[in-house]
């Protein structure tokens, strides 16, 4: 998989922040959590959107994806 840096690095952010964060809804809360704090370079919701970080519950597969790609590099 070939994913925008941006949205990988803010993957990697989320989980060096959130060490215990296994399992997916763990992972996917402490994401938006993350992104509604803005604690990655002032990103947001929206900001992430664009870079390929996508919340919608219709993604599920994108967002599992990307967060394999970046346990995959960590």
Do not use: W
């Not at 803005?38 to 599992?64: M, P």
């Amino acid at each position: 998989m070939n994913s925008n840096k941006i949205a990988v690095e803010f993957v990697r952010h989320v989980l060096r922040r959130h060490p215990g964060a296994n399992s997916f809804p763990t992972i996917y809360d402490a994401m938006s959590r993350e992104a509604c704090l803005r604690s990655f370079h002032n990103l947001g919701h929206q900001e992430l959107a664009i870079a390929g970080v996508s919340f919608s519950l219709l993604d599920t597969n994108k967002l599992e994806n990307l967060i394999s790609e970046a346990k995959s590099i960590i």
